[in-house]
């Protein structure tokens, strides 16, 4: 399984873009890239995931890079609600998520 | 309630006791798994299970067992428990990946803290 890296803290200001990076630079051609948002401690909430091409659903962007070493989770206009630790993860077909530590985003107001 | 469901939430114990944390789903998913949270180390996986009769080690499974009851039933033991076992433990599950609609996306319980003292 892939291995990931993640900034440990960021900040971004309410209203604004927040772009959350994520390495992996060991990912295989058949592993998908999760990202998930603990809030507190409850139980991780799935976000959205892709394998190549750009995605976008109704919470956030996941932008992959072609060679898809790395990619970014964009959260396009931050609440205070989305102040949580974001996990960045890949796998192959869900069997084995490995999450990295996470980046905790703190929304400014 | 809940579509994942961890029992207890909270338990305080003492070393060497014997602790059973369990998880129920009635999502009517196949695959389930323990995780483990540590403050700063994020999620580690320690077993998972892909149907009733297939059990799998993940990556912190020593001083951990498992037992699947049935589709809906996932428990972990902990046969001596130690203190460096304190920790969060979330349950999740997922279907099994078979069409293009499925996302593999992991429902998480609300977790377990244990505390060993």
């Known amino acids: 399984d892939a291995k990931t890296t993640q900034p440990p803290s960021m900040d971004c200001a309410e209203g604004r873009a927040a772009n959350l990076p994520c390495n992996h630079s060991?990912?295989?051609?058949?592993?998908?890239v999760y990202w998930y948002r603990q809030i507190h401690s409850q139980g991780p909430q799935y976000i959205i995931h892709g394998l190549k091409n750009n995605e976008t659903n109704e919470m956030a962007s996941l932008i992959i890079t072609e060679d898809r070493k790395s990619s970014t989770l964009i959260l396009p206009h931050a609440t205070l609600r989305d102040t949580a630790v974001y996990y960045c993860a890949a796998n192959f077909g869900n069997e084995k998520l490995t999450f990295g530590t996470g980046t905790r985003l703190t929304i400014i107001p | 309630d809940a579509d994942v469901t961890q029992t207890p939430r909270n338990r305080i114990t003492k070393t060497g006791k014997r602790i059973m944390l369990e998880c129920s789903q009635t999502k009517g998913h196949d695959r389930m798994y323990w995780y483990r949270q540590d403050p700063g180390l994020g999620l580690q996986l320690i077993y998972y299970s892909f149907d009733v009769k297939d059990i799998n080690k993940g990556e912190i499974s020593d001083g951990y067992s498992v037992s699947r009851q049935a589709q809906a039933k996932f428990s972990l033991s902990l046969e001596s428990a130690i203190p460096n076992q304190t920790a969060l433990y979330f349950c999740?599950?997922?279907?099994?990946?078979?069409?293009?609609?499925?996302?593999?996306?992991?429902?998480f319980g609300e977790g377990s803290r244990l505390t060993v003292l």
């Open positions: 060991t990912i295989s051609g058949n592993e998908y």
């Open positions: 999740a599950t997922s279907d099994l990946d078979g069409g293009t609609t499925n996302t593999g996306e992991l429902f």
